[in-house]
């Protein structure tokens, strides 16, 4: 009998001999290992049908006759307007709330005796020092386009659990449940940050008033370690806050599906493009700066050049996740990346 393609057939038997057989063998494999890999095979597809209607909505979009960039901008900046209202409203009616909380618990705290509402009380005064502080220290002049990187970086008695102390801890908790079910229904990053606290303090209150009831009436030592949970929590959950958002502010690469979308914009937008010699996509914010590099023709009109540029800068900058586009135009590939 002939072999057929002798030489690969003996690679695949050397490759199976010196790596791990699970890798080829899916009968072979765990059950965790093989759920493992379909749910990344699950999600690898999705992402890729994502991208792709992504790709169809970009296309329909810039490929209209009637595509104008100014009304996609004017509708784009009366929806951050809504939004901006949205968030002022919300932080105005929030930090009215904890004005009013903070004489509440501080009431509840000399009522209770309590170091579980004492801590909530602390945390509730730390709430108000930092938005005090952060409305005091905001200088558009200073920082010109530092205002929206505000909203990300701004992150042993015995108890008497009394039917006033109970009542005003419940009563902050039923409006701050209220107040975070509005913040979630809004997709602003200002609301999410006002939804993480008010989900702190919501989580805080319920522990400090369990504890204090538990240390009133059945074990003394509930009420301390209420306190240290509630202190250790609200330390833990902005510390991982913290840890989250900083990437955002110092640079970091944007997903790739939005530099996959960026990337074909820029391929398929005019054919006097001959290459794209850089770009980058990186986060100083919220949203995502693009810079571009790309190559002309070195005998093109400047009038064309600057035609051309400007009206892909209007297509990248139209996409909901860029804040801001900077397009470099070259002769050659010399892959400057201007110091990085």
Known sequence: MEEKEPLLENQRIERRRTSDPRLFLTNKAGFFTRRKRLKKLKEFYENQDRLIENYHIDEQCFNKSDFDHVAIEMARNEMNKKGQRMDRLMARIIF???????????MASILSHSYSVVSAFIDN??????SVWAINNTNMLNYPRGRERLEIVSVIVNPEATIPTISILLGGITIRIILLAICYSKSSQGCKLMGLDL???ILTSV?????????????????PIGAIVVCSFIAISWMANVFSTIPLMIGRRAEQEAISRILRIAIQHDD???HIDHMMVYHLGERALVELHVVLDEHLPLKLTHDLTEALERKIRSLE????????VDYQCDGWLGGH
């Not at 996740?321 to 470099?328: A, C, G, K, N, Q």
């Open 207 to 223: 522990v400090a008033l369990t504890c204090a009831v538990i240390g009133d009436r059945y074990w003394p030592l509930a009420d």
């Open 321 to 328: 996740f860029v804040e801001r586009v900077f397009i470099h």
């Open 96 to 106: 009215g709330l904890n004005v009013v909380l903070l004489g509440a618990n501080l």
């Open 125 to 130: 005064a730390m709430d108000l020092t930092t």
């Open 272 to 274: 006097k493009i001959k």
């Open 199 to 201: 989900r702190n303090d």
